[in-house]
């Protein structure tokens, strides 16, 4: 047999697979039909359609899956009625199932190639190799798990979610590709800080509007006042989502040209604002303060200091209208005003010390905090918690504190990655994708000190994102024709 035959056969069979992989797909997409509303043909041609896409250019596939990530829990094909019912199944998404589907195909037809730049390009940089120990140290913490199915929710997600940076950072792999990317998730932003505006318009829920009940965490909904919570169905998960479309929205700006797009742009900005007053997350204020200064600092652009002092200006006269003439409530809680959250967090909090201290290398287990509260239930807090309201303190309870420096360590390699192409790219263009990445990014760090969120797919994503730009962009050394091609 020929060599081109065995390339024809090989190929052949990729198609059947994934036509397979499309079925699948659309048998488990399809078991929510009374939920999505989709007949199972359109639904099994969707996911035949986008296997041969993914067959075909991986890219685009993965564009259109970007464009669901924003809208979280609104794509769950199984919402739970309440955290306390939530199992596997609960978390499973529309983009998950489109991840599922095109991840493996992306794998094989990189075997079937024998694309070497795969290799090259995952461990180019020491953040990705980093990312591959962080995700295998916490596969260890099996050894202390109490409840086996919480271990595997938690932590398939987490593996999953490394398997999507290495897959977005060989993906999207140029400038062009990156800011396309940006550009999608602006596009899903546009409509989810839409979503925020009708939820205080409407003193309604967009997800009690689709007939799914909101997660069942204490401070997510409030008896005294309404708290936007958007697709997320928590206040703090939405303020923080909207500061990712916050950044993306000052990403796509310096790309379009027309005064009238700007000026769109400018009145979308004063929404995603809104949004998050209307939150009244102190967690995701101080995220907005640091991701702002973080974006201001490297912002490149003539009269910055004016204009710096102009968004100041109107930051302060939008929080001001809204405390007057919306809500008093967000300045209450940024005042010290409500501090009853902030004990539970802090109770909460002092049992995952206590976890760590007696599990200080392999933790109780991913996903078993939960479970384990019973020897170090803290009776101050009122109630008991499902997660430590700290990404940090949880991951060192649950893995152990190797798995914090490993998880931080990664975190910090990227953030330095993207400070040299700011500081070292020829291309401006370049730049500034790496700032309002960077922004980004220290703005959820910041926010997930404060918060459980270190399962955020947008975040991986961001990261790949990242990691890719600063490996394509050209150097110093590199002059204007290098950055001409990286165009």
Not at 452 to 471: D, F, P, R
Request: positive net charge.
């Amino acid at each position: 047999m020929s060599s081109t035959e065995t390339s024809e056969r090989l190929v052949i069979g990729l198609i059947v697979a994934a036509l397979g992989l499309a079925v699948a797909a659309g048998v488990v997409v399809t078991s929510a039909v009374s939920v999505l509303l989709l007949p199972v043909p359109f639904a099994l041609m969707a996911g035949a359609g986008l296997a041969l896409l993914a067959l075909h250019e991986p890219r685009w596939a993965l564009l259109l899956t970007f464009l669901t990530m924003p809208f979280e829990r609104m794509m769950a094909l199984f919402p739970a009625e309440g955290t306390s019912q939530q199992g596997i199944l609960s978390t499973l998404t529309v983009t998950k199932v489109m991840l599922l589907l095109i991840v493996p195909i992306w794998l094989v037809r990189t075997l079937v190639l024998k694309d070497s730049g795969v290799f090259r390009k995952t461990f180019a940089s020491p953040g990705p190799t980093i990312a591959l120990v962080f995700a295998f140290y916490t596969t260890i913490s099996l050894v202390n798990a109490v409840s086996l199915g919480s271990y595997l929710k938690n932590q398939s997600t987490n593996v999953s979610n490394v398997v999507l940076f290495i897959f977005v950072l060989n993906v999207m792999d140029d400038k062009r590709w990156v800011l396309r990317s940006m550009g999608v998730l602006f596009l899903g932003y546009v409509a989810v800080g839409l979503m925020g505006v009708y939820e205080v318009t409407t003193q309604t829920h967009i997800l009690e509007l689709m007939g799914r009940t909101l997660p069942e965490e204490a401070w997510a909904i409030s008896s005294k006042a309404f708290r936007p919570a958007g697709p997320s169905g928590d206040p703090d998960y939405f303020a923080t989502s909207i500061l990712f479309g916050l950044m993306l929205t000052l990403a796509v700006w310096r790309f379009l040209k027309p005064w009238w797009i700007w000026l769109a742009l400018l009145c979308l900005v004063g929404v995603f604002l809104f949004n998050i007053f209307a939150t009244g997350s102190r967690g995701a204020m101080l995220g907005f303060l640091v991701g702002m200064a973080a974006f201001f600092w490297f912002l490149e652009m003539p009269y910055k200091v004016p204009v710096l002092a102009l968004a100041i200006v109107g930051g302060l006269a939008g929080f001001t209208s809204y405390t007057l003439f919306v809500s008093a409530r967000a300045a209450g809680r940024y005042s010290g005003g409500e501090t009853k959250s902030l004990d539970y967090r802090l109770g909460w909090q002092r049992q995952c010390f206590g976890m760590i201290e007696a599990n200080p290398v392999f933790g109780v287990g991913m996903g078993n905090s939960v479970f384990t509260q019973d020897r170090f239930f803290d009776p101050r807090p009122p109630r008991r918690p499902y997660n430590a309201a700290n990404s940090y303190v949880q991951l060192a309870a649950e893995a152990g504190i190797p798995s914090v420096v490993l998880y931080l360590g990664f975190v910090a390699l990227v953030l330095l990655l993207l400070m040299g192409v700011i500081g070292k790219s020829p291309d401006p263009e370049i730049r500034h994708l790496a700032t309002c990445l960077f922004a980004a990014l220290g703005a959820f760090f910041v926010f997930a000190a404060t918060a459980h969120a270190l399962y955020n797919e947008l975040t991986w994503s961001l990261l790949g994102l990242s990691v890719s730009l600063g490996q394509a962009a050209p150097g110093p050394a590199a002059g204007p024709a290098a950055s001409r091609a990286a165009s």
